[in-house]
């Protein structure tokens, strides 16, 4: 090959295509070349994103980054995806990376089925994702406490913290020594059966008693239940008096709920008003009879001459008072 002037322009040529081959690919710029919409996303922060970066829905990679830039005090990210991806126009977006020190990237998730496939350059619903920093700031603060509370219980700590308990056992030693022997002494006892305790722990006696009184128990609820059914049903047939009353069924019904009853009751207690008013006034003849002082002193002397009278019959004889009267009649 000659080392002419056309050769090495057809290799510097040749270096520079596939240098511009290499840098698009590094950068996405294949995307550039491909079919598909451009949609656009707006989030708090980018989280280290660059142009360039890949666009995935599921783990599958959907499209590239075009654009990140600032708008309305908001990062705004174009995104070019291909046509078959399908993302819906209730689908949300969200920044996320690979690992600690992995790629950013964008994810889509696959919103409703029934939603409409979104259009070119629309924007599309975002999600804030954790700051890596702001995660690692929070590690580094929980670090940074454990650390202080291993600190804190370092070995002059613990001396601290449990030296006054252990002073306290030091110093109370055979009176917790006594304690304990005198609580294995009554535990060794009720096991035994003796005392209270353990009698009621250990013999049959209360658990009979026990079973007894629950059997009486029942069987006297056996008993109480007829009369239950009697007091159920006596309140039953007096609710349904006290329905028929306030139905104005029957007399009491109607005595409650008979206005006429009501009418008449006091139409008939203003007359006797009336009527007790006139008596205690002297009104007619049976007020005379009660207020006037001479229907009294004659109606004595009616009773003396009568008694007096009886006194002359009772002298005459039976025949006397005959013939007297046949005379009388005769």
Known sequence: ??????????????????AAIIVLEMVGGRELFRSGPTIRARFNNALELRAGDPVKMAGVEIG????????????????????????????????????LMGQNFVAIDFGSPKAPLIAPDALLESMEQADLNSLMTKLDG???????LTKNFSGESFGNLFGPFTDFLKENNPKLTAILGNVQTISGQIAQGKGTV???????ALYNSALNTVSNLDLATSDIKPLI????????????????????KGTIGKLVKDETLYRETTAAMTDLHSILSKI????????KLIND???????????QKVDKATEGIEDQGALSVFGILVQQLF
């Open 1 to 18: 090959m000659k080392n002419t002037l056309e050769t090495r322009l057809g290799l510097f040529f040749a270096m520079a295509l596939l």
């Open 280 to 287: 205690d006034k002297g009104d007619g003849t049976v007020g």
């Open 198 to 204: 353990g009698k009621l722990i250990n013999e049959d």
């Open 64 to 99: 590239r980054v075009t654009k990140v830039r600032l708008v309305d005090n908001k990062v705004e990210v174009a995104m070019k995806i291909t046509q078959e991806a399908g993302v819906r126009t209730d689908s949300k977006a969200t920044i996320r990376f690979v690992g």
């Open 229 to 248: 059914n009697q007091v159920k049903m006596t309140l039953n047939g007096a609710q349904e008096v006290l329905d028929d009353v306030k139905a104005g």
């Open 293 to 303: 002082d001479g229907f009294l002193k004659d109606a004595k002397m009616t009773l």
């Open 142 to 148: 929980v670090a940074s406490g454990v650390e202080g």
